[in-house]
């Protein structure tokens, strides 16, 4: 599977994609907002360089602000991508999907936030491991037509389309080229075979 999206990430650190077309048919306005909370432990150094992990997690919260009474389900779909440091490759690390309803009874507000990640990576002569990137919050209705959207980067319309086509572990270039997959069976194998010699001194 090969998909060509020219400019999929944009360079840009805060960005917002608004899905226009769904605005003029629905009366639904949406406060988004989405946090990291991130934690960096250093767990070696040497001659060569150290070694890290960073313990990433994103929260969400999602408010009605204004339009008329809304008592359909939503989904929200976040897609949480980090960036291979040895290729610069980008990969979904995660897809976390939920369910709600606006009420009277949640203040019209729905939170969630998606587990803890731990991203190992080296740094110095030797540069292996991934690294937390950027975030994916697409709201869509019961019939899957798109609400609103946030990103922590421009991201276009296309690519935002291929975005949610794509499952977890999967790799891809800066232009929407699908390269490969993560290896689950030998997560983090990179950074694990390089943290010897990263703080020991001796070349890998």
Not at 120 to 143: A, H, M, P, Q, W
Request: charge should be positive; proline fraction near 1%; glycine fraction near 12%.
């Amino acid at each position: 599977m090969k998909s060509r999206v020219k400019g999929l990430l944009g360079v840009a650190l805060v960005g917002c994609v608004v899905a226009s077309s769904a605005q003029t048919v629905f009366p639904l306005r949406l406060d988004m907002d989405v946090s990291t909370k991130r934690h960096r432990k250093n767990i070696g150094a040497g001659s060569s360089g150290e070694a890290k992990v960073e313990q990433v997690q994103v929260r969400v919260k999602i408010r009605k602000s204004g339009g008329q009474p809304y008592s359909d389900t939503l989904t929200a779909e976040l897609y949480v991508i980090g960036r291979q440091i040895h290729t610069g490759y980008y990969g979904i690390v995660d897809v976390v999907k939920n369910d709600f309803t606006f009420s009277r009874d949640n203040d019209n507000t729905f939170e969630f936030k998606s587990r803890m990640y731990a991203l190992g990576r080296t740094s110095g002569n030797i540069n292996v491991g991934g690294k937390y990137e950027t975030f994916l919050l697409v709201v869509v209705d019961k019939d899957g037509k798109i609400i609103d959207t946030r990103s922590g980067r421009v991201i276009r319309e296309k690519g935002i389309d291929t975005i949610r086509e794509w499952t977890r572990g999967t790799l891809f270039d800066r232009d929407g080229n699908v390269v490969g997959f993560i290896d689950e069976n030998g997560k983090n194998r990179a950074f694990k075979l390089a943290v010897p010699a990263a703080v020991s001194g001796n070349d890998w």
